[in-house]
Every structure is written in C-alpha cells, then in structure tokens.
C-alpha cells in the first residue's frame, strides 16, 4: 500500500490491528479504578454522632438505674408493710389470753355476790396486761411521786399543796405508756403546786398544760 507520497505504509512492529494508536486511553479503561470513599476513615468519627451515641447510652444506663430503684422501693414498702403486720399480730395474740381472762371474769361476777372475789380476778387480769406489755417492751410511765416531765406527762390539774414540792406529780388520771425511748401515750397527771400567798391573785388549775413544773 502506497501514501500520498508513493512510500508504504507499514505498521508499527507490535502493533495489532485495532489497537488504538499510542498515548490515547482506550474506552471504559478507568471503569472499576479505586475513587476516594466518603466515609471517613476510623478514628475520626463526626463528632455529633459520637454525642448521640454516648447520650444514648446514658439514657439506657439511666433507664436501668431508675427501673432498679422503683423494684428497691415496692421491695421496702412490702418488707416495712408485712413487718408491720407481723408486729401487730404478734402483740394481738400476746393480749388475747388477757381479754379471754377477762370475759371469764365479767361470767363469773355476774353469777357470784363476792365482791372480793370479782376484785381479786380484775386484778389478775390487770396484772396479765402488764406482764403481757412488758413482754412486749411496752411499761407503764411513772407517775405518783415523779417530778414532772412534759415529754413524758400531761397536766389537767395544779393542786395547792405544802406537802409535796411545787411540780410533784401528787395522782394519776390516766397512765402513761412508752416502748424503748419513745413514748407511746402520755400519762394525764394532777401536779402539786406551791400555796397561794395572802394577796396574790388566785391561780388557774392549768387543765391541759404542760408548764406544771415552771
């Protein structure tokens, strides 16, 4: 094959037929080349999903947490409630021997004409209702003879008296009852206090008042 020139055109050494010339990329060659990844490499996470991600995690540990303490308190209001319980019926079977002593003594008075008698049995009774309470650590307040103390008694009455000292407690009306330090009932007391001199005004009784010893 001749050129313009009448020279042949001989191929190149090497060169197959079809081969796209030399220096020119044939088509679809760069297809399955590696491209630059938008995700970031590991260990430089967004920051904003790094706060999401430890905020969800707080969120569930204090779910967790919260969940443990509600069961922590049904759990302690069940245990207070049935300790409770169990106290009370535990002091109710300790009285109920007491009150079955004193029906049998209320049968019996009415069927004898012994007043010493019926007065015998009532004491028994009573004397089983202390020993009952003391089992119990429940005693009864002291009174008659104490001086008197507001956190332990009440005083409905002040009564002139120059043979006990002023704030002497000088009767019971009603006892007083405590279990350990703390006082269960105060005990309704009469409370002695000094004669009135000539010429000063007359003195309340003090009903109700805890300022007997003052």
Do not use: C
């Amino acid at each position: 094959m001749q050129g313009d020139n009448g020279e042949a055109n001989v191929p190149r050494e090497g060169a197959a037929e079809g081969t796209p010339a030399s220096g020119t990329i044939p088509p679809g060659a760069n297809e399955g080349a590696a491209r630059p990844s938008s995700v970031p490499p590991s260990g430089n996470l967004d920051p904003l999903a790094q706060a999401q991600a430890e905020a969800a995690r707080m969120k569930e540990a204090w779910l967790r947490t919260a969940a443990d303490f509600d069961n922590f308190r049904k759990r302690s209001k069940r245990d207070s409630d049935e300790a409770r319980r169990t106290g009370r019926e535990d002091l109710l079977r300790a009285l109920l021997p007491v009150f079955d002593n004193l029906e049998r003594a209320l049968q019996s008075a009415q069927r004898s004409a012994d007043v010493k008698a019926m007065a015998d049995g009532l004491s028994m009774v009573q004397r089983q209702f202390t020993d009952a309470l003391g089992r119990e650590g429940i005693a009864r307040v002291p009174t008659v003879g104490k001086a008197f103390d507001p956190s332990l008694h009440e005083a409905i009455q002040q009564v002139e008296s120059d043979t006990h000292a002023p704030g002497t407690i000088i009767a019971e009306v009603q006892p007083g009852y405590s279990q350990g330090e703390r006082l269960v009932r105060a005990a309704m007391v009469v409370v002695a206090r000094p004669k009135a001199s000539a010429g000063d005004p007359p003195a309340s009784s003090g009903a109700h008042s805890n300022d007997a010893s003052n």
